[in-house]
């Protein structure tokens, strides 16, 4: 089992960046998959950004070159930071793990793109 906390969503203008982070209740060295997905209003859960033990990682094509997924093992965190943010980025971030081919979620932190 595994609980994850979001933080660092907020408001931030087109153009700008923000960094969130995924704190994980125990050691994420061993968790296979650890991602990050978003919901906007009226539209399904997509997948934003992946990585898995051995380095490989996966970005939707719309974030590609904005948007970066990185772990730090020792904070027990995984961080994604966002860049050159558009509003169509505005959504609900939610951070994933998978242990033994179960998905545990955290609540969310809301990403809001505006002028």
């Known amino acids: 089992q595994v609980q994850l906390v979001e933080s660092g969503g907020g408001l931030v203008k087109p153009g700008g960046s923000l960094r969130l982070s995924c704190a994980a209740s125990?050691?994420?060295?061993?968790?296979?998959?650890m991602g990050w997905y978003r919901q906007a209003p009226g539209k399904q859960r997509e997948l934003v950004a992946r990585?898995?033990?051995?380095?490989?990682?996966n970005y939707a094509e719309s974030v590609k070159g904005r948007f970066t997924i990185s772990r730090d093992g020792a904070k027990k965190t995984v961080y994604m930071q966002m860049n050159n943010l558009k509003p169509e980025d505005t959504a609900v971030y939610y951070c994933?793990?998978?242990?033994?081919?179960?998905?545990?979620w955290g609540r969310g932190t809301q990403v809001t793109v505006s002028s």
């Open positions: 994933s793990a998978v242990i033994n081919a179960y998905v545990y």
């Open positions: 125990r050691s994420i060295f061993s968790i296979y998959g």
């Open positions: 990585d898995t033990i051995g380095g490989n990682t």
